[in-house]
Structure formats: C-alpha cells, structure tokens
C-alpha cells in the first residue's frame, strides 16, 4: 500500500521564487526569441504600409507577478495576426 504524503506550500516561497530575476531573465530570453521569429514572419509578408516593427516589454519583477510581451507595432497588426498568426505561431519559438 502507498504511503500518503503530506505537501504544506510556502506560498512565500513561491512568491520569492517568482519575483527572481532568474525567472525575468528566462522570459525576457523566451520573448526575444519569439519576436525574433515574429519580426521574420511580418518581414516576409508584402506589405504596402511599410515594415512592422516586433517589441519585447521587458518583464517587471517589482510586480506580483513575472511577465513579458512581445508586442507588433503597425496599424494592420491585428489584421495580419487574425489572417496570417505570425505571432501565434512564433510562441512555439519560447520553448
């Protein structure tokens, strides 16, 4: 019969190990390898408008949580992403 194992969390142990700058520079890494996927993607479509430009808000680890994101700048950004999903498909490039 298996033995029961008791898990009591450190919820400030998690807290801390989310606010690590260990865990910032991991997806600051993750989003800059998915932008560069991304910038690749809007650079091979022909565009009449001009180039979209792919930007990284870097991750704030004064905040509750850790977070990033990879940002397109261009008008017709969305409609690309709802026609095309360079940047959909370019998370794959995080792993």
């Known amino acids: 019969m298996a033995n029961l194992i008791r898990y009591v969390p450190s919820f400030r142990g998690m807290k801390a190990l989310a606010n690590s700058r260990d865990i910032d520079q991991d997806l600051e890494r993750r989003a800059n390898q998915v932008a560069g996927v991304a910038q690749s993607g809007f650079d091979s479509l022909d565009l009449h408008s001009g180039r979209v430009q792919v930007d990284?808000?870097?991750?704030?680890?004064?905040?509750?949580?850790?977070?990033?994101?990879?940002?397109?700048?261009?008008?017709?950004?969305?409609?690309?992403?709802?026609?095309?999903?360079?940047?959909?498909?370019?998370?794959?490039?995080?792993?």
């Not at 977070?67 to 690309?80: D, F, Q, S, T, Y």
């Open 56 to 95: 990284v808000l870097q991750a704030q680890s004064d905040s509750d949580r850790a977070r990033v994101a990879v940002i397109a700048r261009h008008p017709a950004a969305l409609g690309l992403e709802a026609n095309h999903r360079i940047l959909g498909s370019a998370i794959g490039a995080a792993r």
